[in-house]
Nanobody
Framework: QVQLVESGGGLVQAGGSLRLSCAAS????????MGWFRQAPGKERELVAA????????HYADSVKGRFTISRDNARNTVRLQMNSLEPEDTAVYSC?????????????????WGQGTQVTVSS
């Protein structure tokens, strides 16, 4: 079992930055792909960014490319999401997930582990 806990969310003005962290316990994250998802009220959950086990491959949603950066530190069992140039449209609950498989395969994440999420609110 893997337990994931997110932190770093909060309220920020448009144009500002936040850094989310996802800390794992129970098992090492080093063999898992990691993803950050978000879900805004009334919208479907979407994959924002993902990173493979080594950090050598990443994926970003078009809406966040050039603004968000995902990284991982396997020695510290953590994954981070640096979010810059935030927009009101980025407001959502952000959750991290650990999975095994291709980034864009839903089963990778549905059969993996999830955190509880952290709220990010961007004011205009």
């Amino acid at each position: 079992q893997v337990q994931l806990v997110e932190s770093g969310g909060g309220l920020v003005q448009a144009g500002g930055s936040l850094r989310l962290s996802c800390a794992a316990s129970g098992r090492t994250l080093s063999t898992y792909a990691m993803g950050w998802f978000r879900q805004a009220p009334g919208k479907e959950r979407e994959l924002v960014a993902a990173i493979n086990w080594s950090g050598g491959s990443t994926h970003y949603a078009d809406s966040v490319k050039g603004r968000f950066t995902i990284s991982r530190d396997n020695a510290r069992n953590t994954v981070r999401l640096q979010m810059n140039s935030l927009e009101p449209e980025d407001t959502a609950v952000y959750s991290c997930a650990a999975g095994s498989g291709p980034f864009l395969n839903g089963r990778t994440w549905s059969e993996g582990y999830w955190g509880q999420g952290t709220q990010v609110t961007v004011s205009s």
